[in-house]
Structure formats: C-alpha cells, structure tokens
C-alpha cells in the first residue's frame, strides 16, 4: 500500500483518523487525518479507522479542489457495514458507488454534486432515523432506513474535483455579541489596520451599516460591526451600508468571523435606492433569491461570489468605484501581485448603496473606513438620493423633505444642477461645513436660492 506521510501541523487532532485500507490513488499525511489523492480523479476511497457511534458528527474539511476543472463530480460520504480491516487495496472498485463491496454487506453513500470549495467544513452522521449531512447550515438526507444493527464505518471517496480533505474539530464560530466581544475585547471596530497600512484616518469619512436589516443580524459598535445570529433559517439577511458610492469613492471593509460549514461568502450588490426606503418594508425585498431583486422598480446590481476561497478571519477589502472606467473593483489585503476583481460596472452618473447579501461564510463584519473626496457631512446627518426614478418605487412618498434633517420641505434649488435638496436652515448649516456639492449629483453648485414653500 501506499506509504502513510506523517506531519505535524496539525494544532487540534481529530477523534477520527484514516484507516490504512485505501484507494490506490490515495495518500494520507498528519498522522493519518489527512487523504490526498495525487493523481487522476477516481480510486480514492477511505475509510474511518474505526466504527463509528449513532449520531457521533464527523467533521470533514475540504483542503485541496482541482483548479482546472477538468473533472467531473464530486466527494462522495456516507457510511458502510464492510469493516475495512477484511478489505485489499487491489479489491476496491473506482468509485464508491454503486457499491463497495461484492458480498450482501450494505453501504450507505450519497455523492455531493454542489460545487465544493476550499476550506469548506462537511458534518455527517447517521442515527436510528438514517444517514444525513449538514452543508450551507441545512440538514440533508444520505440515506434513510439504515441498518444500525450492525457496526458502520464512515466512508469518504475523494472523487473529481475535490483533490484532499481531512479531518477536524468542530469549527469556533461566532453566534452572538458576547462571542464576538469576547474573541475581540478591544472592541471589534477599532482593530488596527492590517494591510491597508498608507490610509490615514484624517481623510476618513464617517460610514456606517444602515439600521435597516435583516431580522438575523444584529448591529454593535454605533453601526459598525454586524453580526448575523445563529439561525435555523436565513430570511432576507440584506446588510445595507449606510452612504452611496460616487465615482472615485473608496470603501473598506473588514472579515471578524467566518462559518466554515457554508459554501460562498454570501452576495455583493449595489442600488440607488437609499436603504432607509425599507424601513418597515423589507419584506417586499426578496427572501432567498436576491437575483430577483433585478425584476424590482429600482436598479439593482449583483455580483455572486465576489470573494474567492482564500477569504479568512481579519481581511480587509477595498470595494473602489473607479471614476473612469465605472468599473466596481474589489481588492483583497491590499495584495499588489493580484489584479482587483471586477465587482460589476456601474453607471458613473449616479451612486449606489452597497449592501451584502449574508447568507453565506461571513457571519460578522466591520466597515472601517471611507474615503469620499467630495463629501464632507456623514450619513446620520445626511441621507443621499441617488436618482429620482427611486421615488415611486416605495409607497411612501418623501421626496419633497430636506434630505439632511428629513423633517422640514426642501425650500433651497441648487443653480445649475436644480436639484432641491435643503430647507432654508440645513442650507446653512450644509456650506458652512462643507464644499459646494449636490449631495445627489455631487456637481459643483454656485448658489442654493430659496423658493416659498407650498
């Protein structure tokens, strides 16, 4: 048989390791918790060393994937009555199913065909009900009317494009505030830039996430810091950032905690409409599908997966709005070796709310920095309009408020732009701390003249 290589960095050791009865593609490392198939895409069945308890959880970590995508299918697990110590290397079939075994002992194996990525954990285990899985935090069937009866080993065929795997302990996740604050104690957004090191906190903008969320998340730090709670199902868990990206803009976010049991990070997207508009309406927002939201009134953008499988705890992410190609470009650690990923493109006449889609990897994140050139107010003051055609789109119509203290009527047009954005009192207290910008256009005005109100 293969020869078992040993290596030591492995912090935390299993209660699992692999059994020396494997498929001759196979090799194992870390003392046996680790399976790597080194060539071709089949002949890479393994065993747990030992049988394995009803509703004892194997916790299953995805380490290596086939970059090419030149194979087709995928892992494959799930449990069998044949005890590996009566198998021969040379006696095992290419692929874990249909069967294992000539004889009338029983398998129980499911092949995954989701698309499986790096770093990805997997939980299966089988009681008196059946076999199941857990992956994207839901519970999946691998087989029903199992035979506990006789002893079950867990059987994992490293098949297509998953490449290695091992096992692991059962992942730290962050599921509440007391977790977060405990894993963060000198306050989760005022960790110390990491990567993005030339910013300079003098040129910040104020940015927060907008208090209109999902019902799953939970806001710390004055709007900082979002944290999606540990639920058995996820229901529009929309995270809007609280202040429109305008052409030249630069938003940085940072990674606090990751769930290894979910596939994707969750989905990135950008709309004109300002988050407040939802304020006791998010329900008429898509609850599973945000690809539904371009069949919306407004301009929606989307981009699925927009973090790749390297994401980690404490990156940090520029999100830049380039004000001359309109692209939205997305840079990870600051790296200068890799080119930025291109979010989605963007219309350079108008500005876009970012929002996350969190139904995915990211259970908890923080916006730490904004750089606006041409915005001076922060957003708890001033509540950007991004295009007009937004008005009709929520029942409620406040397009003729003052959209800093959103109280009084808007009294104040801006020459030559014509927008009418302030009353007679925000007017003045808008220029006296900031340049000459429509909030809405952010062209350059030269006066704000005062119309009677109706």
């Given amino acids: 048989m293969t020869q078992v290589v040993t290596t030591s960095n492995e912090l935390a050791m299993p209660s699992f390791c692999f059994h020396k009865a494997f498929g001759q593609n196979v090799r194992l490392e870390n003392n046996g918790t680790k399976a790597v ?122 098949y297509g494009n998953v490449k290695a795997v091992t096992f692991t302990t059962p992942p730290k996740t962050t599921d509440d505030g007391k977790s977060l604050f405990a894993k963060y104690p000198e306050k989760p957004d005022k960790l110390p830039i990491l990567y993005f090191t030339q910013l300079r906190s003098e040129n910040f903008q104020p940015v927060t996430f907008s208090n209109v969320h999902g019902p799953e998340l939970e806001l710390y730090c004055e709007y900082k810091v979002a944290l999606r709670k540990r639920t058995q199902k996820l229901v529009r868990p929309y995270l809007f950032i609280n202040f429109p990206l305008a052409p030249g803009d630069e938003l940085y976010i940072r990674i606090l905690s990751i769930d290894p049991n979910y596939r994707t990070p969750g989905i990135f997207g950008f709309t004109n409409v300002r988050p407040s508009k939802f304020a006791d309406k998010l329900e008429a927002l898509p609850a599973n599908d945000p690809a539904a939201l371009v069949d919306r009134k407004e301009y929606w953008l989307l981009r699925e997966e927009p973090f790749d499988d390297t994401l980690s705890e404490l990156d940090e992410y520029r999100i830049l709005f380039d004000k001359t190609s309109g692209e939205i470009l997305l840079c990870r650690n600051n790296d200068t070796v890799s080119q930025p990923r291109i979010l989605t493109f963007a219309d350079l006449n108008e500005t876009f709310y970012p929002f996350l889609f969190l139904n995915g990897r990211i259970t908890a994140l923080s916006v730490f920095a904004l750089i606006a050139p041409n915005v001076r107010l922060t957003e708890a003051n001033l509540t950007l309009d991004s295009n007009n055609r937004t008005d009709d789109c929520i029942d409620e119509d406040d397009s003729d408020r003052c959209t800093i203290c959103y109280d009084a009527k808007a009294t104040c047009v801006l020459i030559p732009c014509g927008h009418m954005i302030f009353c007679t009192k925000c007017k003045v207290d808008y220029e006296l701390r900031s340049t000459k910008i429509c909030p809405k256009c952010r062209a350059v005005y030269e006066q704000a003249i005062e119309v009677e109100a109706d």
Avoid: M
């Avoid at 590996?84 to 000539?102: H, M």
């Avoid at 002992?105 to 092949?111: G, I």
């Avoid at 285990?125 to 080993?153: R, T, V």
């Fill in 37 to 158: 198939r080194y060539t071709s895409f089949d002949h890479g069945i393994t065993f747990t060393d030992k049988a394995i308890n009803i509703n004892e959880r194997i916790h299953l970590k995805i380490v290596e994937v086939d970059e090419t995508r030149q194979w087709c299918g995928s892992l494959a697990i799930g449990f069998t009555q044949v005890d590996p110590d009566t198998i021969r290397q040379e006696d095992l079939p290419k692929s874990a199913l249909p069967n294992l075994s000539t004889t009338n002992k029983f398998s129980y194996v499911k092949r995954l065909y989701e698309t499986l990525t790096k770093q990805l954990c997997i939980i299966f285990y089988y009681n008196p009900d059946g076999a199941y899985f857990i992956l994207d935090g839901k519970e999946q069937e691998i087989c029903k009317s199992i035979d506990i009866k006789k002893p079950l080993w867990a059987v994992i065929d490293v």
